[in-house]
């Protein structure tokens, strides 16, 4: 089992920077890929970015590009996820999860999941 708590959301300007922390614990914690999903009021939840167990590969949506950086620290069991240049539209409650299979950008390759964090754009 895994166990993960995001933390680090907030209200934020547009154009301003936010870091999500997510804290894993469990026995194989570690040694997952992890993900960043969001899902905004409305819409269906939508891959942010991952990131391999080692932390040498990392991917993102489009729409984050250039703007967000996820990285991991494994002695502290911590996935983080750096937001920066904020838009309204960044908006929406950001989930991590531990991935144990499949690709990156679909949910169905999380197992395990995050209560989740809100994030809160103002223009």
């Known amino acids: 089992q895994v166990q993960l708590v995001e933390s680090g959301g907030g209200l934020v300007q547009a154009g301003g920077s936010l870091r999500l922390s997510c804290a894993a614990s469990?026995?194989?914690?570690?040694?997952?890929?992890m993900g960043w999903f969001r899902q905004a009021p409305g819409k269906e939840r939508e891959f942010v970015a991952g990131?391999?167990?080692?932390?040498?590969?990392?991917f993102y949506a489009d729409s984050v590009k250039g703007r967000f950086t996820v990285s991991r620290d494994n002695a502290r069991n911590t996935v983080y996820l750096q937001m920066n240049s904020l838009k309204a539209e960044d908006t929406a409650v950001y989930y991590c999860?531990?991935?144990?299979?499949?690709?990156?950008?679909?949910?169905?390759?999380?197992?395990?999941w995050g209560p989740g964090t809100q994030v809160t754009v103002s223009s």
């Open positions: 999860a531990a991935k144990t299979g499949g690709y990156y950008y679909s949910d169905r390759s999380y197992a395990y």
């Open positions: 469990g026995r194989t914690s570690v040694s997952l890929p």
């Open positions: 990131i391999s167990w080692s932390g040498g590969d990392t």
